[in-house]
């Protein structure tokens, strides 16, 4: 942290390099585009190294990241909802492909978790799949970590309700 | 009852680990453009504070500039309503000749 702040360009590298691949996964996941991915990913590691002194050494340096990281994806979207509002938008090509070729089980999952909401969603990829604790969702969120907890539960209930045909029949 | 604290069951993980799997990441690019960005100027660069506003955040500063706007600009309007009605007045006492002038309650002089 101290070299950080010290503007050392090659402890930012080191960050970049531990963190990066965290915060392009977590970013393309909750997006599903590469070039919003990429775009976040870097603005996030910029705003960091000029932001670094604002770090405050509460919470940690990953969910301080995350939190940048959903912020910005945050006002991507609000400045592509206005957009939207004067274009009419076309499914990428990359989208439409990605989903036909997946196995039957995929899919269903995916829809399952498309369902889900943002909210709840963004939870359930944090937690589960990226393995954030409920104390860096809520640094990132900015929620309490009580608010992950009650979401990570719902959202679980929600995609097991969802899949409950998929299940084994003896462990339903 | 799973306890929402512990990892999810592995089959749950794996079929999550496949909800949009992230193509790798092009890390040489996005080094490349960082080290760029961070060449150039911030586009929102930090607003220099005086020491003794560094202490305080600056959201207190920035809301207490606002109150004081406000009460600037509250006076300003009140001090504008309060002549016109007194010009009004005394338009009206002069329409009556100045006769039905009203009593004067209190009188500030200066010694």
Redesign the interface.
């Known amino acids: 942290m101290p070299r950080l702040r010290g503007d050392d360009p090659e402890a930012r590298r080191a960050l970049f390099e531990r963190e990066g691949p965290r915060v392009w996964s977590l970013v393309y996941r909750i997006c599903g585009d590469y070039d919003t991915a990429q775009d976040v990913t870097q603005e996030t590691f910029l705003a960091a190294f000029r932001k670094i002194g604002g770090f405050g050494g509460t919470g940690t340096l990953r969910g301080w990241l995350g939190r940048i990281a959903i912020n910005l994806l945050r006002d991507q979207r609000r400045t592509e909802r206005r957009r939207s509002e004067t274009l009419i938008r076309f499914p990428t090509p990359e989208s439409a492909d990605a989903r036909t070729g997946e196995p039957f089980v995929q899919r269903r999952v995916n829809a399952a978790v498309d369902a889900l909401g943002e909210k709840l969603r963004v939870v359930l990829l944090m937690h589960d799949v990226e393995e954030y604790t409920h104390e860096e969702i809520a640094q990132a969120l900015g929620i309490a970590p009580g608010s992950s907890r009650a979401r990570l539960s719902r959202a679980r209930a929600l995609l097991r309700d969802a899949l409950a045909d998929l299940a084994p029949e003896d462990a339903r | 009852m799973?306890d929402?604290?512990d990892?999810?069951p592995d089959e749950?993980?794996r079929?999550?680990?496949?909800?949009?799997p992230?193509?790798p990441?092009?890390?040489e690019?996005?080094?490349a453009?960082?080290e760029a960005?961070?060449g150039a100027a911030?586009p929102h660069p930090p607003i220099p504070l005086s020491p003794w506003t560094r202490r305080i955040r600056p959201r207190v500063v920035t809301a207490l500039a606002a109150s004081l706007a406000l009460f600037v600009a509250g006076t300003g309007v009140g001090f504008g309503v309060a002549r016109a009605r007194g010009d009004a007045s005394a338009a009206e006492r002069g329409a009556d000749g100045g006769a039905a002038e009203a009593p004067v309650l209190y009188r500030v002089t200066w010694f």
């Open positions: 799973m929402d604290d990892r999810a749950v993980r079929a999550l680990a496949g909800y949009r992230p193509p990441m092009p890390a690019e996005m080094w453009a960082i960005g961070m911030d």
